[in-house]
C-alpha cells in the first residue's frame, strides 16, 4: 500500500463515523441485531470507543452507533454552539457520547455531567473507563426552585435512552434519586452552557427556576411528546422571560437552542 493510500485511510479514520457499515463494504441492508453481532463489540464513534455489547446498550442504540445517527444532532449543535473556552453542565449521560464529546472540547474541569438513573450512570463510567478519560460525572436530579428537597423518584426504563422523572410505559424500577439544586450547581460551576436530555424533565425545571445563573446557551432535546405542547409553550415562555431566545429550532422544536446576551 503507497503512503499517499495510508494518508487518506488515516484522515478517514479520523473523521466521525457516518455510516460504517456502508464503509466497510455491507451489500445488504443489515437489521441492528446483525449489525452489533457483526461490527460489535467495540465500536469508534467521533473520537471515542464505545461498547456495544454492554447488557444495557440495546440492539437500536448499537446499530444506531454503527450507522452513524446515535445523537447525530447533539453531537451537531455541540461543535457548532460550544466553545472551548465555556463551562458545561449537562444533564443525562446514557452512552456517555455527548459526555466524551464535551469533554474533550471544553476539558474536565469545565464539564460536569449528571445522571439519574443508577444503571445509565455504570454504563456512561464503563464508557469512560473503556476509552481512559476521567469525566466528571454525579449520580442524582436537579431540582429548581421551592424548597429544597433530598430525593426524587425517577423511573429506569428498559431503553437507556428513555429513562425519566416520568413514570412511562416500559419503565422497569423506580428509584429515589439524590436531589441537588439547579441553581447551586449551575453557580458552583460557573456554567456557561447548559447541554440536557432528560425526557421531559425539562419542563418543570426551566419552569420553577429563579435563576440562570451564568448561563449564555442551552442546548435542548425538548420532548413534546411527553409533556404536551401545552407545557412546551408554558417553558419556552418561562425561558423567554429570563432572557432567552430560541437561535436554532430543529425537528418540530424537539431540537432547540437559546440564547441570552451575556
Known amino acids: 500500500m503507497n503512503s499517499e493510500r495510508i494518508s487518506e485511510l488515516f ?43 454492554h447488557q444495557r446498550c440495546n440492539p437500536l442504540i448499537g446499530g444506531s452507533i454503527i450507522k452513524g445517527s446515535y445523537e447525530s444532532m447533539e453531537l451537531k449543535m455541540i461543535r457548532d454552539y460550544v466553545l472551548p473556552t465555556d463551562r458545561v453542565v449537562e444533564l443525562g449521560a446514557c452512552m456517555g457520547v455527548t459526555s466524551l464529546a464535551l469533554f474533550d472540547l471544553v476539558g ?5 455531567v449528571i445522571e439519574a438513573d443508577s444503571r445509565n450512570w455504570a454504563l456512561a463510567r464503563h464508557m469512560f473507563d473503556l476509552n481512559q478519560k476521567d ?67 425539562e419542563y418543570e425545571l426551566f419552569v420553577q427556576a429563579h435563576s ?19 407545557r412546551m409553550s408554558e417553558m419556552l415562555s418561562a425561558l423567554k422571560a429570563n432572557g432567552f431566545e430560541q437561535i436554532l429550532n430543529h425537528n418540530n422544536s424537539r431540537f432547540l437552542i437559546l440564547e441570552r446576551p451575556a
Open 212 to 230: 440562570f445563573g451564568s448561563l449564555r446557551r442551552i442546548i435542548l432535546e425538548a420532548h413534546p411528546d411527553i409533556i404536551g405542547e401545552a
Open 108 to 112: 474536565r474541569n469545565n464539564h460536569l
Open 11 to 53: 484522515e478517514d479514520l479520523k473523521r466521525p463515523v457516518r455510516n460504517f457499515a456502508h464503509r466497510v463494504g455491507v451489500k445488504r441492508k443489515l437489521s441492528d441485531e446483525e449489525l452489533v453481532r457483526k461490527f460489535g463489540p467495540i465500536i469508534s464513534y467521533h473520537g471515542n470507543r464505545f461498547d456495544i455489547s
Open 135 to 201: 469525566v466528571r460525572i454525579k449520580f442524582g436530579i436537579l431540582f429548581s426552585g421551592g424548597s429544597a428537597v433530598e430525593e426524587i423518584a425517577f423511573a429506569s426504563h428498559t431503553n437507556a435512552s428513555s429513562s425519566s422523572a416520568y413514570n412511562r410505559e416500559g419503565s422497569e424500577t423506580v428509584e429515589h434519586v439524590p436531589a441537588f439544586s439547579f441553581e447551586q450547581i449551575i453557580d458552583d460551576e460557573r456554567a456557561t452552557v447548559l447541554v440536557l436530555d432528560i425526557e421531559g424533565g
